[in-house]
Nanobody, 117 residues
Framework: QVQLVESGGGLVQPGGSLRLSCAAS????????MGWYRQAPGKQRESVAG???????NYADSVKGRFTISRDNAKNTVYLQMNSLKPEDTAVYYC???????????WGQGTQVTVSS
């Protein structure tokens, strides 16, 4: 089993920044992908960014150039630095971890990000 604990959400003004963190624990192995999805009210959950254990990253077009995903393998932690935030970034952000060996997914509890003046 894997447990994910998220932190860093909150309220920020448009143009501001936030940094989300997600720490994983449990049976992980050294080959896994971590990342973030988000879900806004009335909308489907969408992928935001992901990073493999080798450091390869991917981003949604809507966040490219504004968000940066990174990870600390020693701490099994992934970070999402969000800059130039827009009201449309308002959503609950969910961390995920995919284990390569078992090809299964685990999810965090979600953290609210609200961008508003």
């Amino acid at each position: 089993q894997v447990q994910l604990v998220e932190s860093g959400g909150g309220l920020v003004q448009p143009g501001g920044s936030l940094r989300l963190s997600c720490a994983a624990s449990g049976t992980i192995s050294n080959r896994y992908t971590m990342g973030w999805y988000r879900q806004a009210p009335g909308k489907q959950r969408e992928s935001v960014a992901g990073i493999t254990s080798g450091g390869m990253t991917n981003y949604a077009d809507s966040v490219k150039g504004r968000f940066t995903i990174s990870r600390d393998n020693a701490k099994n932690t992934v970070y999402l630095q969000m800059n130039s935030l827009k009201p449309e970034d308002t959503a609950v952000y969910y961390c995920y971890l995919q284990r390569a060996i078992w090809n299964d997914y685990y999810w965090g509890q979600g953290t609210q990000v609200t961008v508003s003046s």
